[in-house]
């Protein structure tokens, strides 16, 4: 996914640091861990000269060290009124300047599993000892979902979105959204 920010500046806090972790070993200030899951990402104007205490990575130094596709001076609220009007489109970022675009494909990411691209491939238990027990399946979980659990004093199991699911083993159930349509697949599971 190419994603669309229209805030006229972005970027002007900067990325803080990777290597902080919370009392849970969750990785601080981001909503996932280490990892950005979007392929590009189009800005209006990309701040040059961030200034936060926490800064460590200018924005475009970040999603270099990603592999991550960016670019700047678009019109992202015209861009963003085009794709609401018409739907979503697929796209790219390329650096050649202008056409022909020979031999360049453009894939519908819909025909690819999202879901398990993001998703954990281990469970993993967060305050072990919490009460009550919940099965949170990963379809692209946020962290600070974990931490809304955990806050409120539960254990967390995280578990792969095909987990195989046991009625016996959590007292609730918690789907994460995420990117791309496993619902289908998620309900016959829960029914299962």
């Given at each position: 996914?190419?994603?669309?920010?229209?805030?006229?500046?972005?970027?002007?806090?900067?990325?803080?640091?990777?290597?902080?972790?919370?009392?849970?070993?969750?990785?601080?200030?981001?909503?996932?861990?280490?990892?950005?899951?979007?392929?590009?990402?189009?800005?209006?104007?990309?701040?040059?000269?961030?200034?936060?205490?926490r800064l460590k990575y200018k924005l475009a130094e970040w999603m270099q060290k990603h592999n991550v596709a960016g670019i700047s001076g678009i019109d992202t609220r015209a861009l963003t009124k085009q794709i609401r009007e018409n739907g979503t489109v697929l796209g790219k970022i390329i650096q050649q300047p202008s056409?022909?675009?020979?031999?360049?494909e453009f894939k519908?990411?819909?025909?690819?599993?999202?879901?398990?691209?993001?998703?954990?491939?281990?469970?993993?238990t967060y305050n072990a000892k919490g009460s009550p027990r919940i099965c949170a399946v990963d379809c692209g979980l946020k962290l600070n979902q974990i931490r809304c659990f955990i806050k409120r004093g539960a254990r967390v199991d995280v578990v792969p979105w095909d987990h195989s699911l046991n009625s016996n083993d959590f007292d609730g159930l918690f789907l994460s959204n995420g990117p791309g349509t496993c619902e289908k697949f998620l309900i016959k599971k829960i029914r299962d």
């Open positions: 996914q190419i994603l669309v920010l229209t805030y006229p500046l972005i970027g002007n806090y900067g990325v803080p640091t990777e290597t902080e972790f919370d009392e849970n070993k969750l990785i601080k200030h981001f909503e996932s861990d280490n990892k950005i899951w979007i392929s590009g990402l189009i800005v209006g104007k990309l701040c040059d000269a961030p200034s936060h205490w056409g022909p675009f020979l031999g360049i519908d990411q819909n025909e690819r599993n999202l879901v398990a691209e993001v998703s954990t491939k281990t469970t993993k």
